[in-house]
C-alpha cells in the first residue's frame, strides 16, 4: 500500500526554523525525483522544492535560501530544513513525488506568526 506520512510541522516565530519529514512506503522511492508542496488557505497547491534520485535539487524562488530539501533513499525518507521561516510560509506541506501521481498524505501543518 502506497504511503506518504509527513511530520515535523509546527508554530513558530518569524525567523525561526522546522525540519520536515516525509516518510513513504509501499513505492519504489530511490528512482524518483521528489518534491515537497505546500497549500496555503485559501490559495492552489504549490511546488516548493525538487530532488532527484541522484540529489540534485530545485527550488521555488520564494524559498531559494532559506529552504534545503534532502533525502535518504536507504530509509525511503526525504526531509526539508526550513530556516528563517516569514510568516507568507504558512501552509500545510506536503511531499509527493514530481509527477504528483500518489495518492497524498496528510500533510504537516506549518505556522509561522510574525
Known amino acids: 500500500q502506497v504511503r506518504l506520512v509527513e511530520s515535523g510541522g509546527g508554530l513558530v516565530q518569524a525567523g525561526g526554523s522546522l525540519r520536515l519529514s516525509c516518510a513513504a512506503s509501499?513505492?519504489?522511492?530511490?528512482?524518483?525525483?521528489m518534491a515537497w508542496y505546500r497549500q496555503a488557505p485559501g490559495k492552489l497547491r504549490e511546488l516548493v522544492a525538487t530532488i532527484t534520485s541522484g540529489g540534485s535539487t530545485n527550488y521555488a524562488d520564494s524559498v531559494k535560501g532559506r529552504f534545503t530539501i534532502s533525502r535518504d533513499n536507504a530509509k525511503k525518507t526525504m526531509y526539508l530544513q526550513i530556516n528563517s521561516l516569514k510568516p507568507e510560509d504558512t501552509a500545510v506541506y506536503y511531499c509527493?513525488?514530481?509527477?504528483?501521481?500518489?495518492?497524498w498524505g496528510q500533510g504537516t501543518q506549518v505556522t509561522v506568526s510574525s
Open positions: 509501499g513505492i519504489s522511492f530511490s528512482a524518483y525525483t
Open positions: 509527493n513525488r514530481q509527477t504528483r501521481e500518489l495518492p
